[in-house]
């Protein structure tokens, strides 16, 4: 069965500080990988998206890595601000077929 | 640009009472689209999706229906609310390589 597993399922940072959301993902055969943002009572919006042959991919502030051998793929958020509370959910999406496996998701606060 | 859309933004609804929800597409033609819904502390949960108009695949047996009347409109439908269906329900376009979200609809069942 395709699982997508993220931790820390919560957590708690001071701004400016930085931080590493880790997801876990058990999906084959891997497509690629996908780094959302989703803020309270929104959609999902698209932060980074990673295919096999890809081990690092920055958006501004976020930097996504990935290890398609061990199956690990880690978000890090340099510098937080305010703005970066959010829900970040990691979504792999197997070859071949639509249905995309999806991460409970770490929800971040950053706090002043 | 594709633009995706939503309706209505939060909806208060009795139990037994009926639904229905909007969602359309903007700048792209025959696109796949998605019913999605996340309960709380919970990940997204693939309702339906469509690859074409009038095309329906169901992924969770429920009371919940979808129908697709135009190419860029997807419709979801209970003719019985339960009170387990509260949640957000997101649509989404696109594919294997990508999938965008509309903005959701914030559905609470009393």
């Known amino acids: 069965k395709n699982q997508v597993e993220q931790s820390p399922q919560s957590l708690i940072i001071l701004e400016g500080k930085n931080c590493t959301l880790q997801?876990?993902?058990?999906?084959?055969?891997?497509?690629?990988l996908r780094w959302y943002k989703q803020d309270t009572g929104r959609g999902p919006v698209s932060l980074t998206i990673?295919?096999?042959?890809?081990n690092t991919k920055s958006n501004g502030r976020y930097t996504a890595t990935l290890d398609a051998d061990t199956k690990q793929s880690s978000l890090h958020i340099t510098a937080s601000q305010l703005s970066d509370s959010a829900s970040y959910i990691c979504?792999?999406?197997?070859?071949?077929?639509?249905?995309?496996?999806f991460g409970k998701g770490n929800q971040v606060v950053v706090i002043p | 640009s594709q633009t995706i859309h939503q309706w209505p933004a939060t909806l208060v609804q009795p139990v037994g009472s009926p639904l229905s929800l909007e969602c359309t597409v903007e700048?792209?033609?025959?696109?796949?689209l998605y019913w999605y819904r996340q309960a709380a502390g919970r990940g997204l949960q693939l309702l339906f999706y469509?690859?074409?108009?009038?095309?329906i695949s169901s992924e969770v047996p429920q009371n919940l229906s979808a129908s697709r009347p135009q190419d860029r409109q997807f419709i979801l439908s209970s003719k019985k609310l339960l009170l387990s269906d509260s949640g957000f329900y997101l649509c989404?376009?696109?594919?294997?390589?990508?999938?965008?979200f509309g903005p959701g609809t914030r559905l609470t069942v009393l």
């Open positions: 989404a376009w696109g594919g294997t390589d990508t999938q965008y």
């Open positions: 997801c876990n993902y058990t999906v084959s055969p891997f497509s690629n």
């Open positions: 990673m295919t096999f042959s890809e």
């Open positions: 979504v792999v999406s197997p070859y071949g077929n639509n249905r995309l496996a």
């Open positions: 700048g792209t033609s025959n696109p796949n």
């Open positions: 469509s690859v074409g108009i009038g095309q």
